[in-house]
């Protein structure tokens, strides 16, 4: 039996009560001070284009400079502790991952928990994708699944983070629908990964679109195929991983949101929810979400905390799958 993670975040929307107050909540004067943002990757991740993406939106609707604080290092672990360590204000926020929570199952297990952080609004769902360089002899994932059965190992895939990360589970799930064997090298960045790729130091690499664009656009690199049930809007000639022949839960999908330090109130973290939810309403970010093929997210607090809990449990369940769990 697959797992499903789309029908457990529906499941958790459900689960849940949406408190949504009818104040206008982000005035001004709500707002005393710059927001800072703290990455968990360097500049140009897709995580990174996103909050400055859409702090062309934010800022005026919140009167306010959102100050983006990039922190890579130990999967997140460098911007989880920064998170942390700050009042419950609402003027220091992360963004987070899947990796977020594969880390708290595994590598930083332990240092981490759920429950030392307010999770605040669900944003962004966002597939994987495989790509090469453009003079690679690879032109499907089927092809380089097939070197990789013929030599185990050694093929190597470059994408963010450690063995347990969201984008190495993805290749996990290849690795045991297909009997092949990749060779996985972390990054802590996406231009990391792509150039790495391009200095020929990996074979494949693995991110999202939005970071990977302008170099397809560029012809520099091409695809292999998408993680997802269907092609992107944004490279519609870019192949499923189902349409070669590789079945894997097609929902397993990087989603994004925003967290800030325990101990939040829930009427602040509702107002930093609405101020984000409808600064994406915007044409600006619509344009960049369509064109990079992600889906929003509306999750507010209530829901997105009682996601975070579903998800912790559906991390560990394809950790276990992937053999790296007891």
């Known amino acids: 039996m697959i797992f499903s993670f789309t029908q457990s975040l529906r499941a958790a929307a459900v689960a849940c009560l949406v408190t949504v107050s009818a104040t206008a909540l982000y005035a001004q004067d709500s707002w005393p001070a710059p927001v ?17 993406t859409l702090a062309e939106s934010l800022e005026p609707a ?3 400079t959102i100050v983006v604080q990039n922190a890579p290092g130990g999967g997140g672990a460098a911007q989880m502790a920064k998170v942390r360590s700050t009042k419950p204000d609402g003027l220091t926020l992360g963004i987070n991952t899947l990796t977020h929570f594969t880390g708290m199952a595994t590598n930083l297990k332990g240092t981490f928990a759920p429950e030392d952080f307010s999770w605040i609004a669900g944003v962004q769902v966002d597939p ?4 090469v360089r453009a003079d690679s002899p690879y032109n499907t994932m089927a092809e380089a699944v097939a070197a990789a059965k013929a030599n185990p190992g050694s093929v190597s895939i470059g994408g963010f983070g450690p063995v347990g990360s969201m984008q190495n589970l993805g290749t996990s799930m290849i690795e045991t629908a297909t009997g092949a064997k990749f060779n996985w090298i972390g990054y802590e960045s996406t231009p990391d990964i792509t150039t790495a790729l391009l200095g020929g130091h990996i074979d494949i690499a693995v991110s999202n679109l939005g ?14 195929g998408v993680l997802n049930d269907k092609r992107l809007a944004g490279a519609p000639d870019l192949p499923t991983l189902a349409e070669q022949g590789i079945e894997v839960d097609t929902s397993w999908v990087q ?9 939040m109130p829930l009427e602040l973290q509702q107002q930093i929810a609405d101020a984000f939810h409808d600064a994406m309403k915007a044409d600006s970010y619509q344009e960049y979400a369509k064109s990079t093929g992600v889906t929003d997210s509306d999750m507010g607090p209530e829901e997105y905390a009682k996601f975070v809990e579903t998800i912790g449990a559906v991390a560990v369940t394809q950790l276990t799958a992937a053999g790296l769990l007891q």
Do not use: C, N, W
Not at 255 to 263: A, C, E, I, Q, T
């Open 36 to 52: 800072e943002v703290v990455m968990h990757t360097k500049p140009g991740g897709t995580s990174d284009i996103f909050i400055r």
């Open 62 to 64: 919140i009167g306010q």
């Open 128 to 131: 994987i994708l495989y790509y």
């Open 211 to 224: 970071p990977t664009a302008a170099f397809f656009e560029a012809d520099r690199i091409k695809g292999l």
């Open 255 to 263: 989603v994004r949101g925003v967290f800030g330090p325990k101990d």
